[in-house]
């Protein structure tokens, strides 16, 4: 059964969620227009500004939600965890996302949904430019020290540290923090996977407007809901792990940087299926969850925050040595 104040706060986050897409949306269309509306939901070209007016109030919502949430359905909560802990798996959330990127777009391949091309080749066909401009911009790729995604991986690791990371630590104060820890009485793997969820279905209102999978329709959405609970799971994973939500906020601050590195790497298809936070991150995301939990259990998070222990539940009390042994 869901704890009662872990529902609560669930349903104010995605209330949230729904409220700001409705009222970006209905912004934009007094703004621009039906039609310029229906357009960047089709294809996701959001001019920058109107990106950041969807995007930074979803990442910092959580924040609101927290505060409403100790105001009017649980004031006797603790604050949410915000503590630094400085060690691998800090260093390995902020580093991690580059490898999954990679393998997401193995695995696009192996399974057909696209075509590995490090040329730049996939670049070029993704723009509508003429021969001339297309020709200009293939023999600068070509030009490059490093292989264009290479250059893109470096950039997104630097914009996470400075800007992204920071950002989506207001996100996982919440979900990966209060929330995960109201979800710990039912257990560390059934809770991570139902904050996982929970998380994935915060994110449909921004598929309905085209920002995750533009034109992908309810195809997209179903398949982003089942990528976004693999990443939650291992977010979870991460962040109890490192014991603080900084490790989370980092993997998924990198992640953000590289969420369209699949159009760099394989041949033009579908994001829902091609993308890291589709079908082919859900995989890898997947594999990488079921073989920690086959080898190591899933961590429970102390109630200090400290670093997790080990394995399906807390570890036993110490049995105390026999009266008079050495």
Known sequence: MLPSRARAWILLAWGWSALWTAAFA???????????????????????????????????????????????????????????????????????????????????????????????????????LDPEASAALQAQLDAAPVPYPVSVAFQALVVSLLMYTPVRMAEETGWRGVLDRELAPMGPLRSALVGALAWAVAQLPLVAVGFHVPGEGVRGGVLTLVGCTALGAVLVLVRRMAGTPWASAAYLGTLGGLAGFHELLLTPGSAATQSVLGASGAVVHGLLLAAWVARRGFPT??????????????????????????
């Open 301 to 326: 998070p102390s109630a200090d925050d400290a670093p997790s222990t080990l394995g399906r539940g807390a570890p036993p009390p110490a049995t105390p040595p026999a009266e008079g042994a050495a």
């Open 26 to 128: 209905g912004l934009a269309l007094a703004a621009r227009g039906p039609a310029w509306v229906a357009d960047r939901a089709a294809d996701g070209n959001w001019a920058d500004y109107w990106l950041l007016l969807l995007v930074l109030p979803h990442a910092v919502g959580p924040l609101l939600v927290n505060a409403a949430w100790r105001r009017w359905i649980a004031p006797d909560a603790p604050p949410a965890p915000t503590g630094t802990r400085v060690g691998p798996w800090l260093l390995g959330g902020w580093l991690a996302p580059v490898g999954v990127a990679f393998l997401a777009a193995v695995v696009a391949h192996l399974a057909g949904f696209g075509a590995l091309d490090l040329s730049g080749a996939s670049i070029v066909a993704r723009r509508a």
